[in-house]
């Protein structure tokens, strides 16, 4: 897997994030500024901004160090609950600062190669515009402004991400190999990790009918037979998935992954039951609304030979070696770069040999 798949990768999942969010009431605001890497947004209500550290020409402001923390203990708070949220995040915490330099750094170093990725960002906004099933670029600005966000600060936050991550493609990538060796090793050691049930690959589409009124499902029907039919007549599963499902899987094509046959709800086990591989399903009515389903593989279960899971290896080590390659990569921007921090705040990815060397 290329460096540059791995970042197309987080994109994605940043993308995923923005869906789920504006979905969502505008009190999720900050998590999502906390997801993509958020810009100064309250410097136009401030006059006066206590600057808590200097890169380069570039300043880091208190405002900015505090939002961060919020989104931290909010992205927490969803994942975690009592002392394990708190020592959680004391420890993460420690790192917000670090990140936020990262972050100039790479922008800066984006700057210095003359990046210019606007086609780029119109693509990643046209496919978020996709995600939540909006007409036009047009409509996904006015989801925005309704959130309460500047729509430019949101467009300013999805082009610098794209900046970073352009530079850690071009930047870090050749110091990142992978070789036919670890991955042999990789699959040795891990064979019973890899140990599959027997079990099915699916895709699916849900048009959801909970919550809705009596009057309201031969719509719903209608515009699910009407997917079904798109489907079977060869447009893409994983994009219809993307425009019309309700499902919490949506935003990745409708992928199910691999289950078990035996925990799907009996309605659906007889559906696939008799699927062949990439064939669809008729319409199911279920609980939650009106399903279908595309199957994709079936595994008989077992320990898959390594050809099957090479692909799979390679990523789980690029991505086990992709971090400390981009530290490395890091610590020689701020060895190039002027950087000063107030006193009180901490830099963690300060290399120690440049602690007495800070500049005042």
């Known amino acids: 897997m290329s460096l540059l798949k791995y970042t197309e990768c987080i994109m994605r999942y940043w993308a995923v994030r923005v869906v789920q969010m504006l979905r969502k009431p505008a009190s999720r605001y900050f998590l999502l500024l906390g997801v993509l890497g958020c810009v100064s947004l309250s410097a136009r209500a401030q006059v006066i901004e206590e600057v808590i550290a200097r890169v380069n020409d570039r300043i880091i402001v208190l405002s900015e160090y505090n939002r961060r923390l ?53 693509k990643r906004l046209d496919a978020i515009r996709q995600q939540l099933n909006l007409p036009s670029l047009e409509a996904l600005e006015k989801a925005v402004t309704d959130q309460g966000m500047n729509y430019e600060d949101f467009r300013q936050n999805l082009r610098e991400n794209l900046l970073t991550q352009q530079v850690i493609s071009r930047e870090v990538g050749p110091r990142v190999v992978v070789t036919p060796k670890e991955i042999q090793d990789y699959y040795e050691q891990h064979k019973k990790d890899m140990e599959q049930p027997e079990g099915i690959h699916i895709l699916q589409i849900l048009i959801s009918t909970e919550g809705k009124k009596e009057e309201e499902l031969a719509d719903l029907r209608k515009k699910a037979e009407e997917t079904l039919g798109k489907a079977r007549n060869g447009q893409d599963f994983a994009e219809l ?120």
């Not at 972050?103 to 960002?121: C, P, V």
């Not at 019309?244 to 289950?259: L, M, N, Q, W």
């Open 241 to 360: 998935a993307r425009q019309y499902s309700d499902d919490s899987t949506a935003s990745k094509g409708g992928d199910v992954g691999f289950v078990e046959q035996s925990l799907l709800a009996p309605e659906i086990q007889r559906a696939v039951g008799s699927l062949k591989t990439n064939e669809v399903s008729d319409l199911l009515q279920t609980q939650y609304g009106f399903l279908i389903v595309k199957l994709l593989e079936r595994s008989s279960g077992g320990i898959p030979p390594l050809s099957e899971v090479e692909a799979r290896i390679h990523e789980q080590i690029y991505f086990e070696k992709i971090q400390p390659a981009l530290r490395d990569y890091l610590t020689d921007l701020r060895g190039e770069s002027y950087i000063f921090l107030k006193p009180g705040y901490l830099d963690s990815g300060e290399p120690p040999k440049q602690a007495s060397n800070q500049k005042p």
């Open 70 to 122: 919020e989104d931290l203990r909010q992205e927490l708070g969803q994942q975690l609950s009592g002392a394990e949220r708190d020592q959680e995040f004391r420890e993460r915490s420690k790192d917000v600062l670090r990140d936020l330099i990262d972050q100039q750094l790479l922008l800066q170093k984006a700057t210095e190669m003359g990046l210019n990725l606007e086609a780029d960002l119109v």
